[in-house]
Structure formats: C-alpha cells, structure tokens
C-alpha cells in the first residue's frame, strides 16, 4: 500500500523535550537522539459489491523506541516496535499484534531522513508483513537541512509490498514545504507540512483468486522537528480511492479508505 498508507503516521504533538528558541529561521537537519514515540491510527475502509456497500472500522496503537547514534552524515537507525494493541469492526479482521512485538527497522539515516541499509526482522528474526514494516519506514518526514521558512523541497519514493497476496508497487510523490516556526514545549519547533500523491499498482492471488489493484491515494500531514534535530512527531490524514478486479469474473471492487494517524514523543 502506499507510503503513506499504513496509514499514516505522524505529528503534531511536542515531545517533552525542552526546546531553546530558534537562532535563525533554517530547518535543522535530524541529529543523535533517543526517545519513545506513541502512533495512534484510525480507518475507515468502504467497498461496493454486488450492488451492497459494507463498512469497515480499524485502529492501532503502537509504542516505538527509537534511536539515533553517531554522527552525521550517516547515523545508526534502530526502531522497536515495544507494544500495539489493535481493534477492528469485525473482529477477525484486527491484526494478532503478539507476532510483532519486538519487531526492529535497523539503517543508516542521514540529516534529511533518507534511510539507506535497512533491513526489518521480527523477533524470530524473520522478514515481518510489509505493511507493518512500511510504518517504520516512513516515520521520519523527508526534510532539507538549512531551508528557510517558504522553501519547499519535493521527494519521490518507489516502494513494493504484499498487500494480503497482492504484490503491490506504490510511487509516492510528495511536496514539503518548511512553513513557519511553531510554538513547542518550552520553545519553538519548526513546522513543515506535506502534501502527497500516489499511485499504486499490483497483482497476486487471494483466497485462490487471480486479482489486480490500481489506485491514487492522497495525503496531508503536518510535522514538528526540533532545533536540536529532534523530530517531535506529527499529524496526517488520508484518502484512498482503489479498485480491486476479480480477473476470472471480470467485476470490479470499489474500495474507499479514510484515515488519521497521530505520531507524538513521549517521556
């Protein structure tokens, strides 16, 4: 699923850490840290079939702890995912959250967020479910260390997943823009939002159906980065418009999602 579709990760609660004033109006680029990161998620998911419409409500809460080591340009990434409860309108469909608990993302992530050398294991030490793994990924925003306020900055990503039996390609296109400093705990924070576009595109086999999956989703988040190089956390929300076809019936299955992800550090 997209990027920015586990859905969604991220800002707009301050962590607690204490913030000095910004010297000058440039965005810091992400520096060593440590800390934990609460991410609430809510979805609501709609398909049409054979003239019917049903409804779907998911959520998650995870706990994260997250370490930067090192210096810049190249820091060791290690995120935890420490616990996740999950709750579901139909209650086979929430995700078993014991299998992932323990789970790690490990890279190297430089100043503006790019991760390189990653590699995701469950507690077993096997490769997790591609969804999972992907809210990892993504929870830092790209960001470019030394904008000013009014600058934006645009960035591109090509991912691929399984997407319950589907092999999925998602190409994210994203326009960030550094807009203002905003009041945090005990200081300032510069606020950057995000617009972002993607397509998606897929097959594979469900339930022994041959299916494909194409769709755009769009999103719009607003984050919060220290001067210290902290990332505080932040807000988005999303939508989703995609068709899944049955291939050996020829029906075509409308699905809508909407959701809200929350990110916000935590003591």
């Given at each position: 699923m997209p990027r920015s579709g586990s859905l969604v990760r991220l800002v707009l609660a301050a962590g607690s850490v204490a913030l000095p004033a910004v010297a000058s109006a440039q965005l810091p680029g992400y520096a060593p840290s440590t800390g934990k990161y609460r991410v609430d998620s809510q979805i609501k998911i709609t398909q049409s079939m054979g003239g019917s419409t049903q409804e779907f409500d998911n959520a998650s809460k995870q706990l994260l702890s997250v370490s930067l080591a090192g210096r810049a340009p190249t820091m060791d990434l290690l995120i935890v995912l420490d616990s996740m409860s999950t709750s579901a309108s139909i209650p086979e469909a929430a995700t078993d959250p014991a299998p992932l608990l323990g789970m790690k993302l490990t890279g190297k992530m430089n100043p503006a967020g790019a991760i390189s050398e990653e590699k995701a294991v469950d507690k077993a030490g096997a490769e997790p479910p591609s969804p999972v793994a992907?809210?990892?990924?993504?929870?830092?925003?790209?960001?470019?260390?030394?904008?000013?306020?009014?600058?934006?900055?645009?960035?591109?990503?090509?991912?691929?997943?399984?997407?319950?039996?589907?092999?999925?390609?998602?190409?994210?296109?994203?326009?960030?823009?550094?807009?203002?400093d905003s009041a945090a705990a005990g200081g300032k924070a510069a606020k950057i939002t995000a617009v972002a576009t993607s397509k998606v595109a897929g097959k594979g086999n469900a339930q022994g159906q041959d299916l494909s999956l194409e769709g755009e989703t769009k999103s719009t988040s607003t984050y919060l980065v220290a001067p210290t190089g902290t990332f505080l956390g932040g807000a988005s929300a999303i939508e989703a418009a995609l068709n899944v076809t049955v291939e050996a019936m020829g029906m075509v299955i409308p699905i809508t999602q909407k959701g809200t992800s929350k990110v916000e550090r935590v003591p």
């Open positions: 992907q809210s990892l990924r993504t929870l830092f925003p790209r960001i470019k260390p030394g904008a000013k306020v009014g600058e934006s900055w645009v960035d591109t990503t090509t991912t691929k997943a399984n997407q319950n039996g589907i092999e999925t390609t998602t190409t994210t296109v994203t326009t960030y823009t550094y807009a203002a």
